[in-house]
């Protein structure tokens, strides 16, 4: 007879989850949008994207070497992924050195100096791309016009500096100038989709911060679908808000980190400097989220108010 | 008069998992007497309270029934051998938890000779002195539970039938075989509790219990009201604060009991046996023991002797089809707790026997927390498991216990969803210890 293991229970666990999965979930659910980003934007994207995805690879390799970690299989799919999302909010103009330095910042800068997956505060794709907005301008509002590489203006900048709109099936179809992977809204949808049956996502974030640009759109009298299906959002409330690393944890906590991504963006699409605020409300409310953690924990079964550490 | 409905929607608590139940292995599998065994190892400590002093010396000839632990403590349960033969130590033997208890050995004289009980009238008194406790598993004596105290009106008798364990099926083959003794007990604790109304809880993966009380209730003749509550089929459902919950929609307050919220809540194991002392005048010296695991040859609810070592009732269930026994929990996979030995006994608490082999045993080493935020939307005590965790990973109890670790039930519900498979429960449960040790110490 064999010695028996003592360990402590749940002596079960679920089998249907695990980190991989879920890094495997988000990168099937943004297959639609990859497609037609490299649909729209054709070679171009293409290098852009390889060049994010696989210089994230090697930043990533390089740096669990140096912490003298393990590499495991998460480690690779979340930097693809990472790599994938940033390409995703650039435009195609982009030259792959601009990428390799998105990258450098999001994976080695965002991500490893806080500690890996896990501990990073800010979403790494944003903060790369903050980045690069911040280091190269002209090359981060360079937009080029789908099926044809001619420069052109975003919907959202078109609005913002001629007060030109554009109509409903060109948004939703994503026929038009803007960063690769957020221009087609069926696309990024029906991945919002999947990722909602898998469970993936946390609704609470992407709900509340859809449903705060909509009624900031009322109050501001401006076209709700466009600002609905314009610039990131939707990638954004689905994709990157919805990061588990960089948002809350508590349900109070969630609802108001989504309001709080609506409500900057909005403020920065109607008076800020930039035509979009998706990313950096994004990045505003990561910087916030252990403090909705702390104060917005809920109440504790059997007590009758809030607790708060 | 009996007024009973049932009612087609299902009641519960918010949070929660959904597991794989298993209980397909041994749900149809009627209740049969485990042989009787050679020797039993008896501790005196298988309840919630004061260990036991002996009775009895080495050399004693003892009956079955007669009582061999008692303690002078109100917080306690009495001891009874559960067979008849000699005494042959009183001496440290190992428990399932673990660690060792005062224990008394007796090897059978292959009679079971029983005790002439004497049948008290004193339904209060005959529990306590029949050592009855909590058969779900925490063992609190019943006689405490049922003596509540005078300023605690008690309004409900709640009858915790969920059995939401995964792989567990005692309670399930007692509300389907001893149906008229479980509702015998429920009427004698209500009677006591001075309450009017009781409700049976049962998780609705049970239909042909409810339907088996249905049909049996309608014969049966009690002063209370008894209502049949389905509850949905969700772990931990069972979890007292959470039957409360689903059923009468009361929560017992932090740190608090039941009692606070005028609700005692029993298990029906243990109304089952209340009817049966009361009847035979025999304690507790026996218990259905659901033996099953995936692997088991044949999966059993036995009736076991208190006292029969595991390694026996693994045997008669045939051992494992294929590999080899690596890991047996004495109670659930989920709440249950990993056994060192094969020659640990069953005790008055234990509701199963669940044996796995390899592969079952090894669980995925543990990741780092991707804050994914699955343990805080199941927590059942709406707490943060991923931050108490890394609190007391870091030692750091004070905060433990801010963010509410003692409001822990300890269901291990987190651990379960858990995509970096980290070990929630058990942080937390350290956490518990370290803040009542500091506690103690101050």
Redesign the interface.
């Known amino acids: 007879m064999s010695e028996l293991i003592v360990s402590p229970g749940p002596h079960i666990k679920n089998k249907a989850d695990s980190v991989g999965f879920e890094m495997r979930d988000v990168n099937l659910a943004l297959i639609p949008a990859l497609g037609m980003g490299l649909y729209y934007f054709g070679v171009n994207a293409l290098v852009v994207i390889l060049s994010g995805i696989i210089s994230a690879l090697v930043f990533e390799v390089i740096m669990v070497r140096i912490r003298k970690r393990k590499l495991q299989r998460q480690d690779l799919g979340s930097a693809g992924l990472t790599g994938l999302l940033l390409a995703f909010c650039v435009s195609s103009a982009t030259p792959w050195w601009a990428m390799a330095g998105g990258t450098f910042i999001a994976i080695v800068v965002a991500k490893h100096a806080f500690g890996g997956l896990g501990f990073n505060i800010f979403n790494p794709a944003l903060l790369g791309r903050a980045f690069m907005l911040a280091s190269w301008p002209v090359i981060m509002t360079t937009w080029l016009k789908p099926l044809d590489a001619i420069t052109t203006a975003t919907p959202l900048g078109l609005l913002k500096e001629k007060a030109i709109s554009t109509d409903l099936l060109t948004m939703l179809t994503g026929n038009h100038a803007g960063s690769i992977g957020e221009t087609c809204a069926i696309a990024l949808l029906i991945g919002a989709l999947y990722l909602i049956w898998r469970r993936t996502i946390d609704l609470r974030i992407s709900l509340s911060y859809i449903a705060t640009v909509v009624v900031m759109a009322l109050i501001f009298r401006q076209d709700v679908t466009f600002h609905l299906l314009a610039g990131g959002l939707i990638l954004g409330a689905f994709y990157m808000a919805t990061d588990p690393v960089t948002s809350p944890v508590t349900k109070p906590g969630r609802w108001v980190f989504g309001f709080g991504c609506g409500f900057i963006t909005m403020i920065i699409r109607l008076y800020g400097g930039y035509p979009e605020g998706v990313c950096y409300s994004i990045l505003i409310m990561n910087a916030v989220t252990p403090l909705l953690d702390r104060y917005l924990q809920g109440r504790i079964f059997g007590r009758k108010i809030w607790n708060t550490v | 008069m009996l007024k009973f409905t049932v009612m087609f929607w299902e009641k519960t608590f918010t949070g929660g998992?959904h597991?794989?139940y298993s209980k397909e292995l041994s749900s149809g599998k009627p209740i049969e007497n485990a042989p009787l065994p050679r020797s039993v190892t008896i501790p005196l400590i298988m309840h919630t309270g004061a260990i036991c002093d002996p009775l009895v010396k080495p050399g004693d000839l003892v009956k079955a029934g007669q009582k061999i632990g008692e303690s002078s403590k109100y917080i306690s349960a009495a001891v009874h051998a559960s067979i008849s033969g000699t005494v042959k130590a009183i001496e440290p033997r190992l428990c399932f938890t673990?660690a060792l208890a005062l224990s008394v050995v007796i090897e059978s004289d292959g009679k079971n000779e029983a005790i002439m009980p004497a049948i008290e009238p004193d339904v209060l008194k005959a529990i306590k002195e029949a050592g009855i406790v909590g058969m779900g598993g925490a063992a609190f004596p019943t006689h405490v539970k049922l003596s509540p105290p005078k300023d605690k009106p008690i309004e409900y008798l709640l009858i915790n039938g969920a059995e939401c364990e995964?792989f567990l099926t005692c309670d399930h083959r007692i509300m389907l075989e001893e149906t008229e003794l479980v509702l015998e007990g429920i009427s004698l604790a209500a009677k006591l509790l001075k309450v009017e109304k009781v409700f049976i809880g049962i998780e609705g993966n049970k239909q042909d219990v409810i339907d088996n009380f249905k049909l049996q209730t309608s014969n049966f003749k009690t002063d209370h009201k008894l209502q049949i509550v389905k509850l949905e089929t969700k772990y931990p459902q069972g979890g007292e604060?959470q039957l409360i919950?689903a059923i009468t929609g009361r929560?017992?307050?932090?740190?608090?009991l039941p009692y606070e919220v005028g609700v005692v809540v029993l298990n029906v194991g243990t109304c089952a046996q209340i009817a049966k002392t009361l009847h035979t005048g025999m304690p507790l010296i026996e218990r259905v023991v659901t033996v099953t695991g995936k692997y088991l040859k044949e999966p059993k609810n036995l009736r076991v002797k208190i006292g029969t070592s595991f390694k026996e009732l693994i045997e008669f269930c045939g051992g494992v089809t294929q590999g080899?026994?690596?890991?047996?929990?004495s109670g659930g996979?989920?709440?249950?707790?990993?056994?060192?030995?094969?020659d640990v006994p069953v005790v008055k608490g234990t509701s199963g026997i669940?044996v796995?082999i390899e592969e079952e045993?090894?669980?995925?080493e543990p990741?780092?927390?991707?804050?994914?935020?699955?343990c805080?939307?199941i927590c059942?005590?709406?707490?943060?498991p991923?931050?108490l965790a890394d609190y007391s990973e870091k030692e750091k109890f004070e905060?433990c216990e801010?963010?509410?670790a003692l409001?822990c039930i300890e269901c291990?519900?987190c651990?379960?969803?858990?995509?970096?498979?980290r070990?929630l429960?058990?942080l937390i449960?350290l956490a518990k210890a370290e803040i009542i040790k500091q506690r103690i110490t101050k």
């Open positions: 998992i597991p794989d673990g995964p604060k919950k929560e017992v307050p932090s740190g608090g080899e026994i690596k890991k047996v929990i996979p989920m709440m249950g707790i990993a056994v060192p030995s094969l669940l796995m045993a090894r669980l995925p990741e780092y927390c991707l804050r994914c935020g699955k805080v939307d059942p005590q709406y707490l943060l991923n931050y905060k801010k963010f509410g409001d291990g519900a651990s379960y969803v858990c995509a970096s498979k070990n429960a058990q449960k």
